[in-house]
């Protein structure tokens, strides 16, 4: 890297490492500028080595084509001598394994030989939950091998890297429950749309994006939830103003209720407005202020019949005749849907009626539609 090695390179470099967390292909930039500031051909960071029934998670930028890369996590990590390092302690290749060695290895000659590479430097990092990286720079043959210089910014690396890592995990942790819990809501064919203090909408999921779309009650104007009726516009809009102004003030605010008519003279839309109240160390600046979920009274809920064999014993006759019964259809059009007579279908609800300990079919659907079988 010679005079490039600088205070100011060194400062951009820490700088892309703790934003690659939130970059959408994690430590893209870093490794993009890295790979310059180590003078090399290639620099990778593996975060999931690849194994039995899994390819992993590699990270790269180099000037070697895509397919050896791919060769690389698909046959050749096994014979990458780079296994086993001290933690946070930079080594490179030659250290490992002497030259004469190296050349005569199958690693050598069927990886980097092919696409030009000689020289390699490595360093592993584990952060205090338990995951773990793998920093590699590699450069061609004909240049020079990585030395203490290269070695020291490696080290220097590390604790930042750890870090880096610790809010990489958090991240994801986040992120996995927050998918969780939202498709848990689609489920509930429950609409849900987050607004800022402001009242321009941030994000919604896809049941609230296609009642928009239809816009028929509900629209979206210039970022803004509006209705189309100008009363019950102005009311949402009042809402909106009371629960951003007590999260600013961080007032308690109640949860208010909303009826949107339907032009189309489809049953009234019903609106739950729920305040999100901000966290010890949040800001409303960056934070939603509200919460809409939306209900859609004619949509109807869907159970799959495999849940309901397990949750409660049925056999798949008698599941099937639940799962439409949970949807809203009658004995009768359950009947007809699944090509049996109306005397079977009341057999299996007799049946069904034995194994859950319910009498009554609304009774049936409450059980169901308040069990995990709604998730399923």
């Not at 930079?90 to 005569?104: D, G, I, S």
């Not at 210089?149 to 610790?166: S, Y």
Request: glycine share 6%; hydrophobic share 40%; proline share 6%.
């Amino acid at each position: 890297m010679g005079a490039q090695r600088n205070t100011t390179d060194f400062e951009e470099i820490l700088g892309l490492v703790y934003q690659g967390p939130i970059e959408p292909v994690p430590w893209h930039s870093f490794l993009d500028r890295f790979r310059d500031v180590m003078e090399a051909m290639t620099v990778g960071l593996i975060l999931r080595p690849p194994s039995e029934g899994d390819r992993g998670l590699l990270l790269n930028e180099s000037d070697i084509s895509p397919a050896w890369r791919t060769a690389y996590r698909d046959r050749y990590f096994a014979l990458d001598p780079f296994v086993d390092l001290p933690l946070g302690e930079p080594v490179t290749l030659q250290e490992l394994v002497p030259v004469e060695e190296l050349l005569r290895s199958e690693f050598y000659t069927r990886y980097m030989e092919p696409m030009g590479a000689l020289y390699a430097l490595a360093v592993d990092v584990r952060e205090p939950g338990g995951l773990e990286a793998r920093l590699r720079a590699a450069r061609p043959k004909g240049s020079r091998d990585f030395g203490e210089e290269e070695k020291a910014v490696f080290r220097r690396l590390v604790p930042h890297l750890e870090r880096a890592l610790q809010i990489h995990g958090k991240l994801c942790q986040t992120e996995s429950e927050r998918d969780l819990y939202a498709n848990a809501v689609d489920q509930f064919s429950v609409g849900t749309i987050l607004l800022d203090s402001s009242g321009h909408v941030l994000k919604m999921n896809r049941i609230a994006e296609s009642l928009l779309h239809e816009r028929d009650g509900l629209v979206l104007h210039e970022g803004r939830l509006r209705t189309e009726d100008r009363e019950s516009s102005q009311q949402l809009q009042r809402l909106i103003d009371s629960a951003a102004a007590a999260q600013r003030t961080r007032r308690p605010s109640v949860v208010a209720a909303l009826r949107v008519e339907r032009p189309s003279g489809k049953r009234h839309i019903a609106l739950l407005l729920r305040p999100v109240p901000l966290g010890r160390w949040s800001d409303e600046r960056t934070c939603p202020a509200l919460a809409i979920f939306v209900g859609r009274p004619e949509e109807r809920p869907e159970v799959a019949p495999e849940v309901l064999e397990n949750l409660f014993s049925l056999t798949p006759a008698e599941a099937a005749v639940a799962s439409l019964l949970a949807e809203g259809l009658s004995v009768e059009e359950s009947a007809a849907a699944l090509g049996i007579s109306v005397h079977t279908a009341r057999a299996h609800l007799r049946a069904i009626f034995s194994k859950t300990g319910v009498s009554r079919q609304t009774e049936l659907v409450l059980l169901i539609l308040g069990s995990a079988a709604k998730l399923g």
